[in-house]
């Protein structure tokens, strides 16, 4: 990732941080939101696989997190690794015949995972309070040491996306990460090389939904209060807009573009009933000039550089 | 099975048959290839050398014996031949074209030792030092010539048994589909078993022992290549 770019975000970080106020919250959502597009790069970027389903296990993470904590007086921190756990068993379970399609057919299978489980979360209201939501999630913390102070929390976040990073650059440059580009690439190609492609499918499945349900009970915890819509068609939406835009299959770009597409609305709040358009306007412009994502920009600006012999 | 390379080949065929839907594109086919052998398989367009090479290493459904090594493997999916040592390079290449000449010889290593890796990258920049300059560059971004040579590269980075070629000339200048076949012929005096598709009949049957006529899915004929006095002798077989 390019020095300019680290600086113009460690810029803005440390200007919320400074100034406070409504953009902590934005930027804290974006923390959580690439913690959960971090995990989708996984499956859909180094993999090349197609997932609509991945708020299903966000859903887990956050409804799991909630109701352990708020029924069952759980520690957070314990109750967000035991929902991980629980994300990561039904990812198996649910991946093993679900990866066995491709393409479209593995889309829509995707798409009715997450709807399944939108419709649990309505329904099931002994156990998820159905639309009214689960209130009272405490803030995240260990024993006596919560974290309730906003600029703590977005630190907080900070460090566990930086942490999400790390894992996901070590993976990526791995054997592991290059036999996952490799089936991202071809699949015949790759099983003819000794790559058992159903294995490694269902590992970067299984990450993806371990990423997803961190970032489903980070959002319980720091907002507070969960609800079905939380998990719905509107964050598979917005975590597809912010994957491709930051870069799809690119270690830094779910980051980037969670906190790109974040910051974007709030840029154009001024603009009124125009907010929309011009939301989607500037991502459109992003898409048809950049379609590898923000995160190639630098890879353009350093070849450039090297042409010129600068 | 007698052979001219002993009796027991290190892969044989039988009844090998391959549908795409209603079509027969490989109707029930023998071949072998004995350790150590160079066999070449021809055919006009359409005759199903690919669909054959695909069958063999069970990229596609296909019904049918295969043997290698004595062992029965017919059940086994295409990453445990690979496993086994039977390693396709495929029409086109296959290469994976956003990762660098490196990152795809090391995927050619998949099922190695780390201490094996620098051994076998020596090896292969011995055959095409081309690669070794080339080391950090997107595939993509690389010749027809240099491609071919990073696909031959990277399976022999597996240190295959059996190594299989779909028209590997293809698409590329008369020099430089010389210099990659001339290296399979090498290979193959070092003891590599080779059993190549191509196009190019008059180059492969200078390298083959063997040569198998494949036309409408039908084995047509099958000779060894000293028999052969000029390409007119196997075109009959073509028209079937």
Redesign the interface.
Known sequence: MSVGCVLVVGLLFGAVLVYGGYLITVLQLAMIYGIFCLGLNFFMGYTGQASFGQNAFAAIGGYGTAILCVEYKWEPALALVFSMAAAGLTSLVVGYPTLRLRGHYLAMATFALGLITYDISVQWTSLTQGYMGYAGIPPLGIGPFTIEDERLKLLCLVVLLLIGLWISQRLRDSRFGRALRAISGSENGAAALGIRISRYKLAAFVIAALYASAAGSLFAHVVGFISPEVFGLQMVVVTFTMLYVGGIGTVYGPALGAIVASLLPEIFRSAGRFQDIAYSAVLLLMLIFEPKGLSALAGLVRSRRAKSGG | MRTAFGDMPLMAVKDLAANYGHIAALKPTNLHVASGEFVTVLGPNGAGKTTLLRAI?R?IASSGRIVFEGRDVSGL???EL??LGI??V?EGR??????SVR?NL???A??SGAADIEPRFERVFGLFPRLRERIDQIAASMSGGEQQMLAVG?ALM?EPKLLILDEPSLGLAPRVAFEILSTLGQLNKGGLSILLVEQKAPLALRLAQRVYVLSSGCIRAELPTYEIKSYRDLTRYYFH
């Open positions: 290493t990229l999916r295409t990453h690979a496993k390693i396709m495929p296959g290469l994976f074209g956003e990762m990152e090391l995927l050619g998949y099922g990277r597996a």
